[in-house]
């Protein structure tokens, strides 16, 4: 096994890698930058590199520099994480010609399936349900209007080299694309520095559902089940979970075995994810495969207890898969929500700055549940403009998917944080949603059921009840210091009879 890892990230996910290095007993290195310097992630390492200024273009996305320290530290191997370096090609060809290991799958794998127009090629050879549309890109805004009059509105253009949610847009008529052809170009050539387009049906209403893959190097894929994640807030994911609420066991199936043979199609040798659109009547169409670590990754750990990380791991260094499709089984349910320095109030917007408290819910066994807090943060620390806004991934598992839910419900209200907007009180209204609890859930979720945005919810009874109680008490107190002998008594009484 290595016996050092420099992990090429920071915040949460740093901290997550770190964590199984330890119980593997690997030794870390990690790189930081100016905004950095006193993280969690850099307290826990075992050894650091400063690699320069809060910029990731200027730090976290310097291959050279990455290199630079693995050089001076002796660390064997890099783990990417998600983000800045994890998808990029070239990296891992850089790292394999330095002889440094990289953590994730083989560069062949991230050309192929990096780019949303050669991978859904590479799907539909490998005999994968893709979604109708034009599959090669197109030169104009008259060669994008004679493709989506072919598909049929509605469409969706998307940049090829598109992530995070970015370089998308629906048009349901022709004066849509006019105006959303030449925008996600421009979109697509600012934020990726490639402005291939394509355009493909836009499903109505559907699912986001995703078939977590695993490889090694020695030709073995299996799947890790699913995760659903139509709770998005433009095509971002807030909620997931695993399994889902969809899916009947021949679906699984299906969906599970499209996603293994395009994995093998590309001689996929790490941890991966398939990503699905559904609709309501289970039919699903390939959108992209992701070569990485996936940020909702816990869900699937809560529910088949394999470590993702430990594996990917594993096969860098070349070991066998120890376990086949056949010893894997679905155990319970795992939600997981993910805490944004956003203002939900506020039309969701971003809101730096330091978190003057911090105080998350007890993590491990509770009320026969398990609630797992992913986090880089501590009390004090910023949440700066530099990097994505993410304070934590509060995940939580139960026997039923109601259990995962009430475990993920009493785990927000646990949450505090205090000094910046935060969406916990969102999350929590959407875990009281009935719709929510029955798992009638569709990416249009949050439009539909918040049609003017996030005002707060009114309290339940029981809330209204303990809020005039408190009150009361409040009051009661007042008058005690100005009367003391008039209420003492009858105080005395009131403080005894509620034992709640
Ligand atoms: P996941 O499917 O793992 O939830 P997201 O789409 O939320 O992935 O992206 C995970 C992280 O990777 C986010 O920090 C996002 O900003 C970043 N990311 C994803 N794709 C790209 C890309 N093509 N370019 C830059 N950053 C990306
Ligand atoms: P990214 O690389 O940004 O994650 P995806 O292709 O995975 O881009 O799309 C992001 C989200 O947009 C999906 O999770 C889904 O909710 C929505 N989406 C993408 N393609 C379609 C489509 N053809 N029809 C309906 N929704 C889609
Ligand atoms: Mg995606």
Not at 331 to 338: D, F, H, I, K
Request: proline share 4%; charged share 25%; with cysteine.
């Amino acid at each position: 096994m290595f016996s050092k890892i420099l992990i090429a990230n920071r915040g949460e996910i740093a901290v997550r890698i770190i964590k199984t290095c330890r119980r593997l007993g690997i030794a870390t290195v990690v790189v930081y930058s100016e905004a950095d310097a006193d993280s969690m992630a850099v307290e826990m390492a075992d050894e650091t590199v400063f690699i320069g200024p809060a910029p990731a273009a200027q730090s976290y996305l310097v291959a050279d520099k990455i290199v630079d320290a693995c050089r001076q530290t002796g660390a064997e191997a890099v783990h990417p994480g998600f983000g800045f370096l994890s998808e990029n090609a070239g990296f891992a060809k850089r790292l394999a010609a330095e002889g440094i290991v990289f953590i994730g799958p083989n560069p062949h794998a991230i050309e192929a399936m990096g780019d949303k127009i050669e991978s859904k090629k590479f799907a539909t050879r490998a005999g994968v349900s893709v979604v109708p549309g034009h599959v090669g890109e197109i030169d104009d805004t008259a060669h994008a209007i004679k493709i989506s009059e072919d598909i049929g509105y509605p469409v969706m253009i998307k940049a090829s080299a598109g992530g995070g949610g970015k370089g998308i847009r629906v048009a349901w008529n022709q004066k849509d694309v006019e105006e959303g052809f030449p925008a996600v170009r421009a979109e697509a050539k600012a934020s990726f520095g490639d402005d291939r387009i394509f355009i493909e049906k836009f499903i109505e209403s559907p699912r986001h559902i995703e078939i977590q893959v695993l490889g090694d190097k020695h030709g073995n894929v299996v799947h890790l089940f699913e995760r659903e994640c139509s709770i998005q807030r433009r095509n971002q994911k807030v909620i997931e979970e695993a399994p889902s609420p969809l899916l009947d066991e021949t679906t699984r199936a299906a969906m599970g075995a499209q996603a293994v043979a395009l994995a093998k199609a590309v001689n996929y040798d790490s941890a991966g994810t398939v990503e699905f659109v559904a609709g309501q009547d289970k039919s699903f169409f390939f959108l992209e495969m992701n070569t990485r670590l996936q940020v909702e990754h816990p869900v699937t750990e809560l529910i088949t207890g394999v470590d993702l990380v430990e594996q990917m791991i594993r096969s860098a260094y070349g070991e066998k898969l120890a376990f086949g499709q056949k010893d894997l089984k679905i155990n319970g349910w795992a939600m997981e929500s993910r805490i944004y320095a956003e203002d939900p109030y506020r039309g969701f917007l971003p809101s730096i700055g330091r978190l003057v408290r911090y105080s998350p819910p007890v993590e491990g066994e509770v009320d026969g549940g398990i609630v797992r807090n992913d986090a880089g943060v501590r009390e004090g620390d910023e949440i700066s403009m530099f990097y994505d806004p993410m304070i934590s991934k509060l995940s939580t598992w139960g026997e039923t998917r109601i259990a995962a839910i009430d475990v993920m419900g009493r785990a927000l209200e646990d949450f505090h944080i205090e000094g910046l907007g935060q969406n916990i009180p969102f999350l929590a209204a959407v875990m009281d949603q009935a719709r929510f609890r029955s798992g009638v859930l569709s990416t249009n979720y949050i439009k539909d059921e918040f049609p003017e945005g996030f005002v707060g919810v009114p309290p339940t009874d029981y809330q209204r009840d303990l809020m005039s109680a408190v009150a009361c008490a409040m009051h009661r107190i007042v008058t005690a210091r100005s009367a003391p002998q008039l209420v003492r008594d009858e105080w005395v009484v009131i403080a005894g009879q509620d034992k709640r």
